[in-house]
């Protein structure tokens, strides 16, 4: 307690007192606000919409920067120093994880600092083999007694996890990752849907149409088909037979069009950059050029589903949907969907099943009747972008083959079903995707 005399010594204390308290609330402020706008600890980060500002490669091009950046990141270009272990850019001068010693692209500090790395398997489980690595974390290390100490540990496929050594948690912060970089999926006032009749999964068999009204009330296309990834997706949508046992035939045009989508969809967003990122760290890919060829194949590489004939892929059967045995087969895009549906060719029945989300995307498990085909059950992710389904489907398949796959989205749980195609397969024995889909909300 303090005493003053007289009013204006007392006026005077009170005043200096409140300078004080407001100089000390500034300097709090401003220390929180710096460091939302430093990219002190933060350089190599992916896109966070929490920061003001960016500390990554892509700021210089969106132009969002922080105004350390230079300071922060520039000048440790050419280091390694806080960079072991770090996910593949493409744009660093110099590399410091697992990879950068076989394609010899290390920064000149990497042994000094980064030396512990090469006797572990974090970040490395499933890589190529490599003569100059200590130890190595791949599934023929066992036999040759050459295993880094902790792959036991680390990449042990007894958990499920495909052999990748990539967790659960790690998986569900990448979805976390993706879901905040979708920045082309749809807004609710470029999206309108109308799900109406909700029946109980006892009556999804019943092939009842209880909605009077199409699924789709209003889409933006002008807003949303305009954009590169949607333009890339719907040249491809029109290249299949939907009758499973006629062989698939693409003329060069075709063929070309699968490369844009590609290209599009994850080479030229952030989403698709951030997966490739988090796959190359793990070791599951050597390279974009490699990654992007597995995509190829196990999505576009033609298989049989029926009387032997090349007439279908995961691709086909997961977003454009196919006709087998008098029935819907696979299908589960939304965008596929509208289209039918504005041709008359799709009629919408109900729905057993609606995601928690209440902005875009969703999830929505179907009943519909296609063209005299009726589909018990068609889930499908609403309202997402293109490179959000394809990046979502390929990680789950690629880190859960034939299996349930654990998601966060916006902090609540999705979980992804993948199957193989186990009849056929391509390059050194992989297999083909036979489906992906939504199996809970």
């Not at 000094?112 to 190595?136: F, I, M």
């Not at 279908?312 to 299908?331: M, N, P």
């Given at each position: 307690?303090?005493?003053?005399?007289?009013?204006?010594?007392?006026?005077?204390?009170?005043?200096?007192?409140?300078a004080?308290?407001?100089?000390?609330?500034?300097?709090?402020?401003?220390?929180y606000?710096?460091?939302?706008?430093?990219?002190?600890?933060?350089?190599?980060?992916?896109?966070?919409?929490?920061?003001?500002?960016?500390?990554?490669?892509?700021?210089?091009?969106?132009?969002?920067?922080?105004?350390?950046?230079?300071?922060?990141?520039k000048?440790?270009?050419?280091?390694?120093?806080?960079?072991?272990?770090?996910?593949?850019?493409?744009?660093?001068?110099?590399?410091?994880?697992?990879?950068c010693?076989?394609?010899?692209?290390?920064?000149?500090?990497?042994a000094?600092?980064?030396?512990?790395?090469?006797?572990?398997?974090?970040?490395?489980?499933?890589?190529?083999?490599?003569?100059?690595?200590?130890?190595h974390?791949?599934?023929k290390?066992s036999?040759?007694?050459?295993?880094?100490?902790?792959y036991?540990?680390?990449?042990?496929?007894?958990?499920?996890?495909?052999?990748?050594?990539?967790?659960?948690?790690?998986?569900k912060?990448?979805?976390?990752?993706?879901?905040?970089?979708?920045?082309?999926?749809?807004?609710?006032?470029?999206?309108i849907?109308d799900?109406?009749?909700?029946?109980?999964?006892?009556?999804?068999?019943?092939?009842?149409?209880?909605?009077?009204?199409?699924?789709?009330?209003?889409l933006?296309?002008?807003?949303?088909?305009?954009?590169?990834?949607?333009?890339?997706?719907?040249?491809?949508?029109?290249?299949?037979?939907?009758?499973?046992?006629?062989?698939e035939?693409?003329?060069?045009?075709?063929?070309?069009?699968?490369?844009?989508f590609?290209?599009?969809?994850?080479?030229?967003?952030?989403?698709?950059?951030?997966?490739?990122?988090?796959?190359?760290?793990?070791g599951?890919y050597?390279?974009e050029?490699?990654?992007?060829?597995?995509?190829?194949?196990?999505?576009?590489?033609?298989?049989?589903?029926?009387?032997?004939?090349?007439?279908?892929?995961?691709?086909?059967?997961?977003?454009?949907?196919?006709?087998k045995?008098?029935?819907?087969?696979?299908?589960?895009?939304?965008?596929?969907?509208?289209?039918?549906?504005?041709?008359?060719?799709?009629?919408?029945?109900?729905?057993?099943?609606?995601?928690?989300?209440?902005?875009?995307?969703?999830?929505?498990?179907?009943?519909?009747?296609?063209?005299?085909?009726?589909?018990?059950?068609?889930?499908?992710?609403?309202?997402?972008?293109?490179?959000?389904?394809?990046?979502?489907?390929?990680?789950?398949?690629?880190?859960?083959?034939?299996?349930?796959?654990?998601?966060?989205?916006?902090?609540?749980?999705?979980?992804?079903?993948?199957?193989?195609?186990?009849?056929?397969?391509?390059?050194?024995?992989?297999?083909?995707?036979?489906?992906?889909?939504?199996?809970?909300?």
């Amino acid at each position: 307690m303090f005493h003053c005399v007289g009013l204006s010594g007392c006026s005077s204390s009170k005043m200096k007192v409140t300078a004080l308290i407001l100089l000390c609330v500034t300097l709090i402020c401003q220390g929180y606000s710096n460091s939302l706008d430093s990219c002190q600890g933060r350089c190599g980060y992916g896109t966070d919409s929490s920061y003001s500002c960016q500390c990554n490669s892509a700021c210089e091009r969106y132009n969002d920067c922080c105004s350390d950046y230079v300071e922060q990141c520039k000048a440790a270009e050419t280091s390694c120093k806080g960079r072991c272990d770090e996910a593949y850019n493409s744009q660093d001068k110099c590399h410091c994880n697992s990879k950068c010693s076989q394609y010899n692209n290390c920064c000149s500090d990497y042994a000094d600092l980064c030396s512990t790395a090469e006797t572990s398997c974090k970040g490395r489980c499933g890589e190529a083999y490599n003569s100059q690595n200590k130890c190595h974390c791949n599934s023929k290390c066992s036999q040759y007694n050459n295993c880094c100490s902790d792959y036991a540990d680390l990449c042990s496929s007894s958990g499920g996890d495909g052999g990748t050594g990539i967790t659960d948690a790690e998986i569900k912060a990448l979805s976390e990752t993706l879901y905040a970089l979708d920045s082309n999926k749809a807004s609710a006032s470029e999206l309108i849907i109308d799900p109406q009749a909700l029946v109980p999964d006892s009556e999804t068999s019943h092939q009842n149409d209880l909605s009077a009204k199409p699924l789709f009330r209003y889409l933006d296309e002008g807003s949303l088909f305009s954009r590169p990834t949607f333009a890339a997706l719907l040249a491809v949508l029109d290249n299949y037979n939907r009758m499973t046992g006629q062989t698939e035939n693409f003329s060069p045009q075709q063929l070309a069009e699968q490369d844009t989508f590609l290209r599009e969809t994850i080479s030229n967003t952030e989403l698709g950059r951030e997966l490739f990122a988090f796959l190359y760290t793990k070791g599951v890919y050597a390279s974009e050029e490699e990654f992007i060829e597995d995509l190829k194949m196990m999505w576009f590489g033609l298989y049989s589903r029926n009387d032997n004939k090349m007439d279908s892929s995961g691709f086909e059967h997961i977003f454009a949907g196919e006709i087998k045995g008098g029935k819907v087969s696979g299908f589960h895009n939304w965008i596929q969907f509208y289209l039918l549906e504005k041709r008359g060719e799709m009629n919408y029945y109900s729905h057993s099943f609606n995601g928690p989300w209440t902005a875009y995307p969703d999830v929505i498990g179907m009943q519909f009747n296609w063209d005299g085909y009726f589909k018990q059950v068609g889930s499908a992710i609403i309202g997402c972008s293109p490179e959000f389904d394809f990046a979502l489907y390929s990680l789950c398949y690629i880190t859960r083959p034939g299996k349930r796959c654990h998601l966060s989205l916006g902090g609540k749980t999705l979980i992804i079903q993948t199957y193989t195609w186990n009849n056929s397969s391509y390059g050194d024995g992989k297999k083909f995707i036979g489906s992906a889909f939504p199996s809970s909300p």
